[in-house]
C-alpha cells in the first residue's frame, strides 16, 4: 500500500513534466533535447533553499531555509534562467534541427559543469536528506498521500494554465510558429519571440517540477539528468499524444511510471536478471519513440482541432433575407448593388479608364529605388527602380530567372537588400524584418500556397488580424471579458470571409487537407482578414486547376474593388492582361520597361527577353 501511495505523487511529477513539454514541442515545436536539465536546475536549486548549510562533507551554494512551496517555485524561475541562457545563444538562430542538437550539447555542458565543480551541488556526490513538507507523525503511507495531495494541486494549475494557453489566440500563434514560422511572420507576428516565450514557460514548468521531483526522491545527483532521461518524456509525450494535454497525462501515467515502474517487479514475477530487466528497459523506450509515431503518429489521443460552435452561413448574412454573396460565379462590370464586401472595407470604385488603362491621378504608394540583391556572385536584383499606384493592380512579369520572387521578397521583407530603399506610404521598410513590414499594412500570398496544415481554415484566417489582446500571455491566463468580446467579433467577420470566398463548409477542416486551389483561396482570405493597404501576390494561378482560374480572378478583382492596391508576380500573360493596369518586365535583375500590356506587346525588348531574339525577328 506504501509503494502504489508513492506512485501518485510520481504520475503527478510526471504529468507535470511532460505537459511543460508539450508546451515547447506540441505547441511551438521546439525540439529541446535537454529538457532533462531543466528539471535538474530547478531541482537543485529548490533542494539547497531548504536544506540549510551544508554538513561536513558536503558542499554547496545558495544554502538557505526557504518555505514549501516558494523554494519550488524558485526552482522555476532558475529553470527559466537556464532557458533564457540557453535560448539567447541559438534559439532565434538555427533551425529547429540544429537546435535540437545545440541543446543537446548544452546539457552535457551542464551536466560536466554540475558534475565536476564541486562547490555548486557537490559534484557527482550529489545533495540528500531533502526534506519532504508533510506534517510529523504521520505514517508513511499517510506523508506519501499527503504530499501526493500536494502535486495534485500543482498538477491542476500546471493542466489548466497550459489548456487555457492552448486555447487562446497565443495558443493559435504558437501553433502557427510549429506549423510556418515564414507565415506566421508575414501576418505580423515575431516567430522569434514566440518562440522565446514558449520555451521559457516550458523551462519553468520544467524548473517547478524538478523541485516537486528532488522533494519527492529525498536526493538527487548527475546521475538522475542524463540523456536518457529526456527521451522517457519525450516517449510519454509521443504516446499519449503531441499537442494534447490531456494526452500528456495518459502518457506520463503510461510511460514513466506504468512501463518504468511497474517493471521493476518483473524479476520477482518471472525470475529475470533485474540489471537485464533494467537494460531492456532502456531498450523499450528506445522502441517506443520509434514505433509510436509509425504506427500511431498522433498518439494515442491525437491533438483536436478546435470547431466553430456559430454556424458557418455568418448570421450578419441572414438579416432582411439577404443572402451571403457568391464570387466565384460570372460578375458584371462594376460592383453590384446586392454585393457584400468583406467586413472593414468599403467598396472602392473602379479605377477610371478601361481594363489596361495606366492610372495616372492616383498617388504612389510603394516606391522601390536603386534596389540591389545579389547571393555570393549572382546578381538576382540590380539597381531596381519602379513605383506602384495606390488602388491600381501592378503586375511584375519576365522569364524564369528574372528576379521577380526575389524582388517580392525584397518588398515583404523575407530578404534584405545590399543597397537601395523600398518606401512604403512615406516610411522606409527595407531591412524590416516581416513582422514590421506587415504591420505598416502589408499582406502577402506565396508562390506555393503556405497554409498552417495542422490549424483548420477558420484558425488560418483568424491569425490574419493583428493585434489580438487574447496573444498576450497575461490576457491567455485569466479569464478577460474583452478578449472574448474580441475574438467573438473577429469569428463572425471570418465567417463572412468564409461565405465571400465560398469555403465555409470547410471551416473546421485541417487546412491540410484542402485541394491546391482551396488553398489559393484561403490564402487570399487569410490575407483579407488583416485588411491590408498592399496586397503582394506571388503567382496566385500557379498549381491550380486552370477551370478554376477565372474563379480565382474575380476573387482578385473584387478585393481590387475594396481599394486594395495589389502588386502581382505571374508568369501567365493573359492572367496580367485580365487583371493588371500596368505591368513591369523584369529581366536578368533589372527592370527592362514598364507600361500597359498592350504596348509592350510593341516592345522588341520584352518580345526578345521572352522568345529569343531569333524568334523574335520570326515573329515580329
Known sequence: MTYFASLLPLVAIYAILVLGLNLQYGQAGILNFTYISFVAIGAYISAVLTLGPPDEGTVYVLASNVPFPVNILLGGVAATILGLLVSLTALRRLRSDYLAIVTLAAGQVFYTIVGNVIPLFNGFQGIDAVPLPVPGGLSQTGRQLVFGGMTLVFLAVTFIAVERIRRSPLGRVFRSVRDDETVTEAFGRNAGWLKLLAFLLGSFIAGIGGGLLVTY??????????????????????????????????????????????????????GIDAALVQSLRGVAIGLLVILVPWFRPRGILPERLPRDREEGNGRAWKRGGEQPPKIGGKIEAGVPATRREPPGYAAASPASGSQGAVVQEQATILAVEDVSKSFGGLHAVSHCSFDVQSEAVTGLMGPNGAGKTTLLNLIAGELKPDSGRIIFQGDMIQGLPPYKVSRHGVARTFQLARELDRLTVMENLLLGPYPQRGERLISALLPAGPVAAEQTELRQQAREMLDIFELSALKDEATGNLSGGQKKLLELARAMMSKPRLLLLDEPTAGINPVLIDRLLEHIRSVRRMGVTIFVVEHNVAVIESLCDVVIVMDFGTVLARGTLADLRRDPKVVNAYLGARRAHGAA
Do not use: C, H, K, Q
Open 217 to 270: 526522491l529525498s536526493a538527487y545527483n548527475p546521475s538522475a539528468f542524463v540523456p536518457a532521461d529526456t527521451f522517457v518524456l519525450w516517449a510519454a509525450m509521443f504516446v499519449g499524444g503531441v499537442g494534447n494535454n490531456w494526452g500528456s497525462l495518459l502518457g506520463a501515467a503510461l510511460v514513466p511510471v506504468a512501463f518504468v515502474e511497474l517493471t521493476r517487479f518483473l524479476p520477482n514475477l518471472i
